[in-house]
């Protein structure tokens, strides 16, 4: 059940195995323009934990979320962003159609104990052609 939203942070309650897990859903967010034109956006959420038990095991579940959805911001800002301008000078070049690279990253809690927290996160990347790509995967964390 969503509890409060705005453009850039939801704040999550999931009732799963016998536990209310409060979760804040923070996300990073931007439009990226070179040349007046937008060829580069990315939605990356990643989850935060608010809980007063547990303090070392969530301060660590935190960081690990916070650090990879950095990572994926900077990859997107940096190397994606280089690789976008030189396909729009390109495409520009030869008259081809204009692209949009995207990145996106979502999660979805899975399980959840007083204990543990399981989610799937969800990170999908497109780089022109046909169809991105997508890759799946599951992050566990004992909390105490």
Same mark, same amino acid.
Do not use: C
């Given at each position: 059940?969503?509890?409060?939203?705005?453009?850039?942070?939801?704040?999550?309650?999931?009732?799963?195995?016998? !536990?209310?897990?409060?979760?804040?859903?923070?996300? !990073?967010?931007?439009?990226?323009?070179?040349?007046?034109?937008?060829?580069?956006? *990315?939605?990356?959420?990643?989850?935060?934990?608010?809980?007063?038990?547990?303090?070392?095991?969530?301060?660590? !579940?935190?960081?690990?979320?916070?650090?990879?959805?950095?990572?994926?911001?900077?990859?997107?800002?940096?190397?994606?962003?280089?690789?976008?301008?030189?396909? *729009?000078? *390109?495409?520009?070049?030869?008259?081809?159609?204009?692209?949009?690279?995207?990145?996106?990253?979502?999660?979805?809690?899975?399980?959840?104990?007083?204990?543990?927290?399981?989610? *799937?996160?969800?990170?999908?990347?497109?780089?022109?052609?046909?169809?991105?790509?997508?890759?799946?995967?599951?992050?566990?964390?004992?909390?105490?």
């Amino acid at each position: 059940m969503e509890l409060l939203k705005d453009n850039k942070i939801n704040l999550l309650e999931k009732y799963l195995g016998g !536990f209310l897990m409060r979760i804040k859903k923070e996300v !990073f967010e931007k439009e990226v323009k070179y040349d007046g034109q937008i060829i580069l956006k *990315y939605t990356i959420e990643y989850p935060q934990i608010i809980e007063e038990k547990w303090i070392e095991g969530i301060k660590k !579940f935190n960081a690990y979320n916070y650090q990879k959805a950095r990572m994926l911001k900077s990859i997107s800002e940096g190397e994606l962003f280089k690789e976008a301008k030189e396909t *729009y000078e *390109y495409n520009k070049k030869n008259g081809y159609q204009i692209m949009v690279y995207e990145v996106y990253s979502t999660f979805e809690i899975t399980y959840n104990t007083e204990q543990m927290v399981s989610l *799937y996160i969800d990170d999908y990347i497109y780089r022109g052609g046909a169809h991105g790509n997508t890759k799946g995967h599951l992050k566990h964390g004992t909390l105490e």
